[in-house]
């Protein structure tokens, strides 16, 4: 089992930056995919950024592409997602996950198919 825990969520003005973290415990975390997905109200989860396990680079939603940068400390059994200049449109609960076996990236875009996931951190940027 992986319990994986977000924070680093809140308010912020377009324009602005927040930095999310997810910490992780249970198992190897190091060999787990890790992704961040956002869910905004009445709207269907969707990945956000998924690191790659093969050091290929990650791959990132159009949307939010040039903006966020999705990254992780082993040591510290914790990925990031480093949000700079915030659109409104990214208002949205964003969600850790993690899924084993990592497979490979074009298999690890959707949300099915990630076993563990955080309880979501709200992130709200106002016009």
């Known amino acids: 089992q992986v319990q994986l825990v977000e924070s680093g969520g809140g308010l912020v003005q377009a324009g602005g930056s927040l930095r999310l973290s997810c910490t992780a415990s249970g198992r190897t975390f190091s060999s787990y995919r890790m992704a961040w997905f956002r869910q905004a109200p009445g709207k269907e989860r969707e990945s956000v950024a998924v690191?790659?396990?093969?050091?290929?680079?990650?791959y990132y939603a159009d949307s939010v592409k040039g903006r966020f940068t999705i990254s992780r400390d082993n040591a510290k059994n914790t990925v990031y997602l480093q949000m700079n200049s915030l659109k409104p449109e990214d208002t949205a609960v964003y969600y850790c996950?993690?899924?084993?076996?990592?497979?490979?990236?074009?298999?690890?875009?959707?949300?099915?198919?990630?076993?563990?996931w955080g309880q979501g951190t709200q992130v709200t940027v106002s016009s």
């Open positions: 690191l790659s396990v093969s050091g290929a680079a990650p």
């Open positions: 996950a993690a899924r084993w076996p990592p497979g490979i990236l074009a298999q690890a875009m959707g949300a099915q198919g990630y076993d563990y």
